[in-house]
C-alpha cells in the first residue's frame, strides 16, 4: 500500500542549530513530494516541492530537500533554524495519474518543530 | 488574490444539528478538496472534485456530502452532526495536470466542536 511516513511527531532544536524534518514514501512508483508548514490558527502553505529534474530543492525560508529515490526519502532541512521557523511541518505526496493518484494529495501525520533559545 | 476563501472561521454545534462549510477560490483551479485535521493524524480527504458538476469520495467521506456547481464554489455539508466530527476542515484547490504533479493551496480552516 501507498503511505507516507514522518518520523518524529515532535522535533526541538536550539536556535542556529541544523534542522533535519524527516519524511519517507512507501510505494514502488515515486511520485511527486511536497512540503508543506503550517503556523499557528493557519492554512498550510507550501515551502518546497520535488516534481522532476534536479532531486537537491530549494525552497522558502532557507529550507532545502532532497529526494533519494533509493532511499524512498525526501527529508527536510536548514542550516541554522530561526525563532520564527517553529511550526508544524507536513509532508505530503501525490502518485500522479499513473498510479491512479491523479492530483489527490497524502499528507504525513506531520512533525512539530520547537526553536529554543 | 483573495486565493482559497473559507467561512465561517469558527462554529459550535450541537449534536444532530446541520451545517454548511463554504469554500471559493478565486484562482480558477480545477480541483478542488477537503479535508480534515485532527492532532496526530495529519491531514485526511474527505471529498474532491475534479470540476463543476463532478466529485467523489477520499478517505473519510462519511457523514458528509459535496457538490461543485461552479469552479469557484465547493460547500461542504454535515448533516447530521456528531462529536466525531470535531475538527478543523481545510478546503483546498489546485491546478490539477495529466501528470498529477501541482501543489494545492489550502484556505484558513475552519474550527468545528460538535456537542
Known amino acids: ?117 | 488574490n483573495a486565493g482559497v476563501t473559507q467561512t465561517p472561521k469558527f462554529r459550535i454545534l450541537k449534536i444532530g444539528q446541520s451545517m454548511t462549510l463554504q469554500c471559493t477560490q478565486d484562482m480558477n483551479h480545477n480541483y478542488m478538496y477537503w479535508y480534515r485535521q485532527d492532532p496526530g493524524m495529519g491531514l485526511k480527504l474527505i471529498y474532491y472534485s475534479v470540476g463543476a458538476g463532478i466529485t467523489d469520495k477520499g478517505e473519510v467521506p462519511n457523514g458528509y456530502n459535496v457538490s461543485r456547481s461552479t469552479t469557484e464554489d465547493f460547500p461542504l455539508r454535515l448533516e447530521l452532526a456528531a462529536p466525531s466530527q470535531t475538527s478543523v476542515y481545510f478546503c483546498a484547490s489546485s491546478q490539477g495536470t495529466v501528470r498529477g504533479n501541482t501543489e494545492a493551496f489550502f484556505g484558513q480552516g475552519t474550527r468545528l466542536t460538535v456537542v
Open chain 1, 1 to 117: 500500500a501507498q503511505s507516507v511516513t514522518q518520523l518524529g511527531s515532535h522535533v526541538s532544536v536550539s536556535e542556529g542549530a541544523l534542522v533535519l524534518l524527516r519524511c519517507n514514501y512507501s510505494s514502488s512508483v515515486p511520485p511527486y513530494l511536497f512540503w508543506y508548514v503550517q503556523y499557528p490558527n493557519q492554512g498550510l502553505q507550501l515551502l518546497l516541492k520535488y516534481t522532476t529534474g534536479a532531486t537537491l530543492v530549494k525552497g522558502i525560508n532557507g529550507f532545502e530537500a532532497e529526494f533519494k529515490k533509493s532511499e524512498t526519502s525526501f527529508h527536510l532541512t536548514k542550516p541554522s533554524a530561526h525563532m520564527s521557523d517553529a511550526a508544524e511541518y507536513f509532508c505530503a505526496v501525490s502518485w500522479g495519474s499513473g498510479a491512479g493518484g491523479g492530483n489527490k494529495l497524502t499528507f504525513g501525520t506531520g512533525t512539530q518543530l520547537k526553536v529554543e533559545l
